[in-house]
């Protein structure tokens, strides 16, 4: 029996779907045209009246909007409604400066929680679940986004928020939470620490995990699995979207569906930004179709994936987005090469002897140099040095094989690369201060 929220929503057919979108499209193009002063204006210098908006096909002739649209508007600048209309506001951290500011109406919340909803179900988890959701509760989309939807389908939610690992096995144990909801880092530490602290993972209730806001591999899903004995699902959003809950994967864990009637994907190539086809890996980009406090017309995540409009097995027509393999803009190139962490992390958990943790150093004196600093399990590590080396040596050369660049490897003891109970920071890039 496949687990849906909203059956009827779930899954519509394609050509209903490709309508309803066109209605939802003009409608929207209408709103921010009349509502958005930074839209109004685009839309005027690019000759383009909310009347020329008819299909979904008529997306193309949209404006892109970047993540330094809304820098530029800090903070409240691409509101389309007065600050009184707004119940809950947001951010995300950035790399630079200001956070990225996210504001939501009263039905932004309530259109935020059905997609949670059908979010937390499409993975098989239902009301009778007890769901310890350790995404931090705060501006970080995650917590209150997480807590919405798990309360909406009626299951019990435990509103830990991140860290304090003792306690979170503690309440685990005790309160007998079926699933897990936190990013991947954090549950690869979770798995971790019980471990090291002899506590039995084959007592524990835990089913399910929902992991996300974080990239990560086939590979370390599999080492969560096998660690937890659970089955894990990749979850994927960003706050300028709502945040978690704009795709999920369901019960077949093969690719996430993004849910087509309150957005629009498409894929652009990564130079020109103009639209891939269906199949060809680009940047994903967002059009809001419900968003009242801050609708946004294509915008760009820098997210590069690839989109699969086929009906899946679970009967959801909803498009899916493989596993997102990198970020544009933190695609690193080394002495002139790309090279997209994801690459590494997934050549290195292949490898058994790997602890799931590591580190990837950038840096430059005359040429750029590559290090990667691999944390070894337990068992590897009481190995004798020869054997080290050869297993050294073997990552080397595997990274050689998928990179084309020479990559320092580093192996380093059990439990002394950072760990979090948030994102993981896996690139630590030095060059920047050396120009
Ligand atoms: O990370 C929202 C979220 C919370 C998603 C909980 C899933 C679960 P931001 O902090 O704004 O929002 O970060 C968004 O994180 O553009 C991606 O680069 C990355 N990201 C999020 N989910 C995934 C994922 C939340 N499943 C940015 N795989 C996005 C890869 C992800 N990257």
Redo the contacts with the bound molecule.
């Keep these: 029996m496949v687990n849906y929220w909203n059956k009827e929503a779930e899954v519509m057919p394609r050509k209903e779907l490709n309508e309803l979108q066109g209605k939802k499209l003009k409608k929207l193009v209408k709103y921010v045209y009349d509502n958005v002063e930074f839209y109004h204006n685009k839309l005027n210098k690019m000759g383009i009246k909310p009347n020329d908006i008819n299909s979904k096909d008529d997306i193309t002739k949209l404006p892109l909007t970047y993540k330094n649209d809304l820098r530029d508007h800090y903070p409240f600048g691409l509101n389309a409604v007065p600050m009184d209309e707004i119940i809950r506001i947001h951010a995300?951290s950035g790399t630079t400066g200001k956070p990225?500011v996210v504001t939501y109406t009263k039905k932004d919340i309530d259109d935020w929680t059905e997609l949670m909803a059908r979010t937390v179900m499409a993975p098989g988890v239902t009301h009778k679940d007890i769901i310890q959701n350790a995404?931090g509760y705060g501006l970080?989309?995650?917590g209150l986004?997480?807590h919405y939807g798990a309360e909406k389908i009626g299951a019990s939610v435990i509103p830990i928020s991140g860290g304090n690992t003792e306690r979170q096995l503690m309440i685990m144990q005790d309160f007998k939470s079926t699933v897990m909801t936190c990013t991947p880092s954090y549950a690869l530490f979770i798995a971790e620490f019980a471990q090291q602290n002899n506590i039995d993972i084959s007592k524990l209730s835990l089913k399910k995990g929902i992991f996300?806001?974080?990239?990560?591999s086939d590979n370390l899903r599999k080492t969560i699995e096998d660690a937890l004995q659970i089955d894990a699902y990749?979850?994927?959003?960003?706050?300028?979207i709502y945040?978690?809950g704009v795709s999920v994967e369901c019960e077949e864990k093969n690719g996430?569906h993004i849910w087509e009637d309150f957005f629009i994907v498409e894929t652009l190539d990564q130079e020109t930004l103009e639209p891939v086809g269906p199949g060809e890996e680009g940047i994903l980009a967002f059009t809001t179709l419900e968003k009242t406090g801050l609708p946004l017309l294509r915008y760009v995540?820098?997210?590069i994936s690839i989109l699969n409009p086929e009906k899946c097995t679970c009967g959801r027509m909803h498009v899916r987005m493989k596993?997102?393999t990198g970020?544009a803009d933190d695609m690193l190139i080394v002495r002139g090469i790309n090279v997209f962490p994801s690459q590494i992390e997934h050549a290195l958990m292949q490898i058994p002897g790997v602890a799931g943790y590591y580190q990837i150093i950038v840096d430059r004196d005359i040429i750029d140099s590559l290090e990667v600093k691999v944390e070894l399990s337990e068992e590897t590590f009481s190995d004798e040095m020869k054997k080290l080396e050869k297993f050294k040596n073997n990552i080397e050369e595997r990274l050689y094989t998928i990179l084309q660049v020479r990559a320092n490897v580093e192996l380093v003891a059990p439990g002394t690369l950072p760990r979090t109970e948030g994102?993981a920071q896996h690139v630590i890039d030095k060059r920047t201060k050396n120009i």
Excluded: Q
């Excluded at 996300?212 to 990560?216: H, K, L, M, Q, S």
């Design positions: 995300s990225t995404y970080f989309t995650g986004g997480f996300g806001a974080e990239p990560w990749d979850i994927y959003g960003l706050s300028e945040g978690p996430m995540t820098n997210d596993k997102v970020r994102k």
